[in-house]
């Protein structure tokens, strides 16, 4: 793996990387303090709690996130996704479940050379590994199972999040994941989110593709999987909201299990594919969390 370029911030990085083959793919790593984890912790903070901006390798220690990809390239061109350049350009490929593991070998070493945080020498309170980068998971299975399967032996201590767009694919990666925690005798590690980003179906249709599953049938898969087994994390639904965006609090109680879900609001990282779709972000990026 070699980086053709990063992004540093405050709180970690970003970084495009280039496979044995030329495809690029994008890995990150990121960190914050523990008391901005609301799930499993019972921490209690006030609204827009500011942030401590001094980022060392305290917070790395405290909470810390690697974010891996699961294809090069993605067949769903999102209408505000700025990977569908590299689609365009390259195509896609599923990435091999060695190639997803690998991402986080590399991610904790660049942050040992950028930030002199050493995973291994100071292990984090929570490590949590994200598949929620490039590629959707729910068109790679096996790849993206048997990395989860080798993640949990090497990191055990991590908690895991696949993140689907929930097509009918998404159904049978859900019954996969079910499968693999009764393999491994662990129904506390794996963490289950779904990019909704609207509660109007048309407007989900236009903006992911035409295949997406009703948000009725999502919430039956979320139930499906949360009430398996008693659970320490509700599944997250990811609405990343735009200006035009149809969001009504009211369809999202008809349309979800409170009881089951967490909510996140993410603001769009906007770019020349959202721009081109006239999507602007709703939520804009402050100091606080």
């Known amino acids: 793996m070699e980086i053709v370029k990063i992004r540093k911030f405050t709180n970690g990085w970003v970084a495009a990387i280039r496979l044995s083959d030329g495809r690029l793919i994008e890995s990150t790593n990121t960190c914050l303090p523990l008391h901005t984890e609301l799930r499993g912790f019972n921490n209690k903070r006030t609204t827009n709690a500011i942030l401590s901006y001094d980022f060392t390798k305290t917070y790395f220690h405290e909470k810390n996130m690697v974010g891996v990809s699961t294809q090069s390239g993605c067949p769903i061109m999102c209408k505000f996704c700025a990977v569908n350049a590299v689609t365009r350009k390259h195509g896609w490929r599923n990435l091999t479940d060695d190639e997803i593991v690998q991402q986080v070998d590399f991610a904790l070493k660049v942050t040992k050379d950028l930030f002199n945080y050493d995973y291994f020498e100071s292990k984090p309170k929570l490590f949590r590994i994200l598949f929620t980068r ?127 879900v967490f909510i996140k609001l993410s603001p769009l990282n906007e770019n020349l594919v959202s721009e081109s779709n006239n999507l602007k972000t709703l939520i804009k990026q402050e100091n606080y969390v």
Not at 184 to 203: A, G, K, P, V
């Open 134 to 260: 490039m590629g959707e998971p729910s068109l790679n299975i096996e790849n993206v199972v048997n990395a989860i399967r080798k993640l949990k032996h090497k990191f055990p201590e991590a908690r895991v999040q696949i993140s689907t767009i929930g097509i009918p694919e998404s159904k049978d990666l859900v019954h996969e994941l079910m499968k693999l925690e009764d393999e491994l005798s662990d129904h506390d590690f794996l963490e289950l989110q779904f990019s909704i980003h609207s509660t109007d179906m048309n407007f989900r249709r236009w903006l992911q593709t035409p295949r997406v599953m009703d948000n009725s049938e999502i919430n039956k898969l979320a139930q499906e999987f949360y009430y398996k087994h008693p659970r320490k994390w509700k599944i997250t639904l990811n609405f990343t909201l735009s200006q035009k965006t149809p969001f009504d609090v009211n369809e999202l109680r008809k349309q979800f299990d409170p009881d089951c």
